[in-house]
């Protein structure tokens, strides 16, 4: 029995799902589909391990269910999977929620900048600088592959690649903004300065409101 009602969203269910609303697949020629439509780029698929565990829970949550196993001589025997209508509804469901909704992600990037204080400034901005060159390259990885689409592709199917170049080169700007305002002290820290806004800025110590 479907359970679309507390069915949690996830990045790599709706691809599958999107996936088995056009035809039924193996988990086979899943990966190969993400692969040839590029969008092993923007879902996580380390490995068909991933699909088989996606899978997996689309089956307990009722979306997708087993069409057929094709029994190949010499070869395992390939499950085929096919969506269900309660599948259906919780991809739009999902696809509407992830397009309007902000905020639900916890990027680790945004984590370590909220205490970057913790390295010393030089320290701190050596490691920026590495992600600066690794930005440089994704952000040329990306025009690359913009650039090598088939001839009079529609936009609609590049929109992905769009947005991640978009995000570089945001990124970049702002981080490029960032190491150079350490490098030149503009932005700065050490350990005594630290404390003093620990002292400036920090809660109220619970024991000297007692004490007062």
Request: cysteine-free; proline content about 5%; charged content about 25%.
């Amino acid at each position: 029995m479907a359970r679309t009602g507390t069915a949690r969203r996830s990045p790599l269910g709706l691809v599958v799902l999107w996936m088995l609303a056009q035809q039924p697949l193996h988990v086979y020629g899943m990966q190969k589909l993400l692969e040839a439509q590029g969008k092993d780029r923007v879902v996580n698929v380390r490995s068909r391990a991933s699909l088989y565990q996606a899978i997996q829970r689309l089956l307990r949550l009722g979306l997708v269910e087993v069409s057929e196993t094709v029994r190949v001589a010499a070869y395992p025997d390939r499950v085929v999977y096919a969506i269900t209508d309660a599948g259906r509804e919780a991809a739009r469901t999902w696809l509407r929620e992830m397009l309007r909704t902000t905020g639900a992600e916890y990027p680790e990037f945004i984590v370590a900048v909220s205490v970057l204080f913790a390295l010393p400034p030089e320290d701190a901005r050596a490691e920026l600088e590495q992600r600066e060159q690794a930005l440089v390259a994704e952000l040329a990885e990306t025009a690359a592959v913009m650039a090598g689409a088939p001839p009079g592709l529609p936009r609609l199917f590049l929109l992905e690649e769009e947005y991640r170049k978009a995000l570089l080169a945001a990124e970049l700007a702002w981080l490029r903004g960032v190491i150079e305002d350490i490098r030149t002290q503009r932005l700065d820290w050490s350990e005594r300065w630290l404390r003093e806004m620990a002292e400036a800025f920090g809660p109220p110590n619970d024991d000297d409101a007692e004490d007062s």
